[in-house]
Each structure stands twice: as structure tokens, then as C-alpha cells.
């Protein structure tokens, strides 16, 4: 067999190996958000999660790939196999955003957004920044570095977020009238742990698989630097938080840690291959401190996130993409300044297009939930099915 | 015949099972309950803020004894319930009018 062929092959079992991973994170944010929700709200997060995968990926496998990229096409592997890498980062933009509305946001609407969403916004951000690049000359071109997406994916999922958050409302009863918040924990910790890592062993496709080829001795080089990268901003995330929530408060909480951990694997996102392998430790650790005071930061703010989505990855987002034009600046094609104007172009397209979608669609369908579907719980009133129903275990 | 109620911590159901066994009690009902007396409830912290839990957890044990049984009954469970600290609990002592066991159809002191 000629080394063409091989290299060929290589790398479209890589982008496929890749992609699995990615979509192993489908069950990830599932589980995850399953368990920061109270349990009459489950099977409500866990349809959203499922309905958000097939519908996503269906819009860009019909329209949204085509917008992105022209047409199907690749040299370097199967162009299948270039495909189901790229529909594999889909669902996870609107993941990120579904999280943080869940207890009031009803399931159709949600559903609507999230193909507008896959068909149009996330692959018109991907078109200038990875795809065919229709601002190409023009003064809004962009020149920002972002290998697998802390601008293009998490940011963008955050502003679609933020969005739906000011066009959707708090819950009930997270903030009382005098002003005061009202915490509402969590129902289940083993599985927001189960999700948060599962979520960041998906990370090494994400990362890993962005740098497109590992069919040479370079190639590999970089695929192993970048995941060995992704995850020790992960550790370094998830220890930072852990000193910091025992300093302040004299108690380690499993689910800040956690988004700690998620919030360093954002941050390294934009540029995990341009690194030394101790700079990581650093950016990890600034994102998941980042996190610690971004969830009272929204809190103070009236900006009710069950999940802490905001803080995980809009702002970790955007300090990743800082990062690469602070630690990687090479004067020439990556500069501090160009990471600045991607991180307000991509910012302001993905909050305003997200914005008006949403609020025509809240005009003809509501997005939330009426008070009384939201005080019993949207699982019986919008699926019909109860994640726990028995009264006890039954024998 | 008296019902006894007896809310007590949760660490210890099983010293006062065990001493309850001893003197010859042959079955009880065990629920978790939750609730606060002088105790009150305490506060904790999720996601940077602090949230008071008024409810703590608590077992009410309930069992149905003959009449003459009933002080040393409560001198069992007080002793075995016992650790001097606030939010050991309570006992409530009322009477009961029929029992009937299911199995047997046998009533009253029988069917205890």
C-alpha cells in the first residue's frame, strides 16, 4: 500500500475515534445536568439532551455543514469521516446552552432554537473562523487562533445561553422578593460527578481530534501534546478550585470543583498544541478560579444558571481565547489583539442572532414553562414520565 | 395496649434496636423523618452560597406494647437513645384501641 493511502486511512479512523468521544459527552452533559436539577425536572433535561442531539446533528447534516464548509469535501481522509468529526461539535453548542434554562424552558421551543441554532448561527461562526470564510478581506475578517472552539463552540453556546437567560427569566423562587437568593441544591452528586467526567474524557476527542491529522511523526507529536494539555488544565482547574472553596468557606463543594475542572478544560480549548506543557497548569487554574466567582458574580446579577454553563463556558470561553494571545503571541499570525476582536465578533453575532431568534420564537411558542406546569415539575407535565415514580423502592 | 413514638438520631437505631431486643421486643416500625425541634435546623453551602436546612434527619421508631410494659420501654429507649446533646429527641406514648394481625386474624395483646 502506497503512504498516501495510509496516512489516509490513519486519520480517518482518528477523526472517527475523535468524533465518538465528542459524542460521549452527549451522555456527559446528560447526566451531569440530571443531577444538578431536582428530580421532578429529570426526564424533562434528559429529552431536551437526547432531542438536542438528533435534531442538531440532523439540521447540519441537511443545511448547517454546507453553510459551514461549501460542500463535502476532503483530501486528507474520508470526507464522511471530516463530516461526522465537524456534526460531532454541534450538539455540543447547544448543550452548553439547554443546561442553563433547565426547571422552566419547555422542551419544543428549546427544540425549535436548537436547529435554527445548528442550521444557521453556530455554522455561519464556523464558516469565518474554520470554514470557507466569507469575510475573507473584508475589516471584519478574523484572525484569531482557536483550535477546537473557546470562542467558536463554548463562547458561542454561552451567549446563545445568556440569551435564552434574560429572554427566559430565574426560577421560581430563586431570588425572593426582599431580594435575597434562595439556593436550590442539587439532587444527585454521583451522577453530576459521572457527567463531569465523562464530559472531560470526551475533552481529548474534542481537543485531540481538532488538530485534524496524526498520521506522521509531527502530527502525533502534536495530537499527544495537545490532550496531554487539555488535561492537566483540567487537574489544575479542579485543584485551584478546591484550595479556593476550602480557604473561603472551609468546605470542599464536589459540584464547584467539578465545574473548576470543566471551566480549565474550556480555557485550554483555544490553543492546547501552542503550549509548553506547564503553561496549561496556569490557565487552568485561572479558569476554574474564574468559575469560583463568576457563579456568585451571575448570582448578584439575578442570572439564574442551575448548571453554572455561564461561568464554565462563556467566561472560560472568552479568558481562553485571551490566553492563546497572551502565552502564544507570535507577532505574526496570532497576536493578543486578533484573539480580542474574534472573541467580540463571533461574541456579538452568536448573543444578538440567539437573542432575536429566541424572542420571536418566545412570541409564538413560550419558552417558559407557566407557574403551575413549573411547580409540579416538567416531567409530568410536559413528558408524562417521572424519573423516580415509586414511592419507595419497591420489592 | 400503648403506641410508643420514639424520635431519636439516626446514628442511633441501632443501640436502641439492639437494647429494645434484649427486652424481649419482638418487632418495630423504622421511618425516616425529618424535622426540628429545639435543635433547629443548621446551614450549608452550595455553589458559594449559604442555604439553611430546617429539616434534619431523624427515625421514628413506633411499636405497640401491653400496658405494664410501657415505663421500662421508655427507660430503654431514653438510655440507649441518650448522648446529652441537644436534638436527642422525643418519646410519645398514646393508647391503642384494636390490633389485628393480618396473617392469623389474632386481636389485641395476641397480635402484638
Redesign the interface.
Known amino acids: 500500500m502506497e503512504l498516501g493511502s495510509i496516512s489516509y486511512i490513519i486519520d480517518t479512523l482518528f477523526a472517527i475515534f475523535a468524533m465518538v468521544l465528542i459524542i460521549f459527552m452527549v451522555p456527559g452533559f446528560a447526566m451531569l445536568e440530571a443531577g444538578l436539577v431536582r428530580t421532578k425536572n429529570v426526564t424533562a433535561v434528559l429529552t431536551i439532551n437526547t432531542l438536542i442531539y438528533c435534531v442538531a446533528s440532523m439540521a447540519f447534516l441537511l443545511v448547517g455543514y454546507s453553510i459551514a464548509f461549501g460542500d463535502f469535501g476532503s483530501d486528507s481522509m474520508s470526507k464522511w469521516a471530516a463530516f461526522l468529526f465537524q456534526m460531532a461539535f454541534v450538539g455540543k453548542v447547544v448543550n452548553i446552552m439547554s443546561g442553563g434554562v433547565s426547571e422552566r424552558a419547555k422542551v419544543i421551543p428549546l427544540t425549535i432554537f436548537t436547529v435554527v441554532m445548528a442550521a444557521i448561527i453556530y455554522p455561519l461562526i464556523v464558516n469565518v473562523s474554520w470554514g470557507s470564510n466569507f469575510l475573507e478581506g473584508t475589516f471584519l475578517e478574523l484572525s484569531m487562533y482557536d483550535l477546537a472552539g473557546s470562542t467558536v463552540i463554548h463562547s458561542t453556546g454561552g451567549w446563545a445561553l445568556l440569551a435564552a437567560i434574560l429572554v427566559i427569566g430565574a426560577r421560581h423562587g430563586r431570588y425572593t422578593k426582599d431580594g435575597a437568593?434562595?439556593?436550590i441544591?442539587?439532587s444527585n452528586i454521583p451522577l453530576v460527578t459521572l457527567g463531569a467526567l465523562i464530559l472531560w474524557i470526551g475533552w481529548f476527542g474534542f481537543n485531540g481530534g481538532s488538530v485534524g491529522s496524526i498520521a506522521s511523526k509531527e502530527n502525533a507529536d502534536a495530537v499527544a501534546l495537545t490532550i496531554l494539555n487539555t488535561n492537566t488544565a483540567g487537574l489544575s482547574g479542579a485543584i485551584i478550585v478546591s484550595i479556593i472553596?476550602y480557604l473561603?468557606?472551609k468546605?470542599l463543594?464536589l459540584?464547584?470543583i467539578l465545574n473548576g475542572a470543566l471551566g480549565g478544560l474550556v480555557a485550554i480549548t483555544a490553543g492546547p498544541d501552542l503550549y509548553d506543557i506547564h503553561t496549561p497548569i496556569l490557565i487552568g487554574a485561572i479558569g476554574g478560579a474564574l468559575v469560583?466567582f463568576a457563579?456568585?458574580f451571575f448570582?448578584r446579577l439575578r442570572i439564574d444558571d442551575p448548571v453554572?454553563a455561564l461561568s464554565v463556558h462563556l467566561v472560560n470561553g472568552i479568558w481562553g481565547t485571551l490566553a492563546v494571545g497572551i502565552f502564544a503571541s507570535n507577532g505574526d499570525s496570532i497576536t493578543l489583539l486578533g484573539q480580542i476582536k474574534g472573541i467580540f465578533v463571533v461574541g456579538i453575532f452568536a448573543f444578538v442572532s440567539s437573542y432575536i431568534v429566541l424572542f420571536i420564537i418566545n412570541k409564538i411558542i413560550p419558552l417558559r414553562a407557566s407557574h403551575d406546569e413549573e411547580v409540579q415539575g416538567l416531567d409530568v407535565e410536559e413528558c408524562g414520565l417521572e424519573a423516580y415514580p415509586e414511592f419507595k423502592r419497591a420489592f | 395496649m400503648k403506641r410508643v413514638e420514639a424520635i431519636i438520631k439516626p446514628f442511633k437505631l441501632e443501640d436502641v434496636k439492639d437494647a429494645l431486643s434484649e427486652a424481649g421486643i419482638t418487632g418495630m416500625t423504622v421511618s425516616d423523618v425529618k424535622g426540628y425541634g429545639r435543635q433547629q435546623g443548621h446551614s450549608e453551602l452550595y455553589r458559594g452560597a449559604e442555604y439553611v436546612v430546617d429539616f434534619l434527619p431523624k427515625i421514628k421508631i413506633e411499636l405497640v406494647i401491653a400496658d405494664d410494659e410501657v415505663d421500662n420501654i421508655i427507660s430503654i429507649i431514653t438510655d440507649s437513645a441518650k448522648t446529652g446533646k441537644i436534638g436527642d429527641g422525643k418519646i410519645f406514648v398514646s393508647s391503642v384501641e384494636k390490633v389485628v394481625r393480618i396473617r392469623t386474624g389474632e386481636e389485641d395483646e395476641e397480635a402484638i
Request: hydrophobic share 40%; charged share 30%.
Open positions: 437568593i434562595r439556593v441544591p442539587a472553596m473561603k468557606y468546605k463543594d459540584t464547584m469560583v457563579v456568585s448570582d453554572g
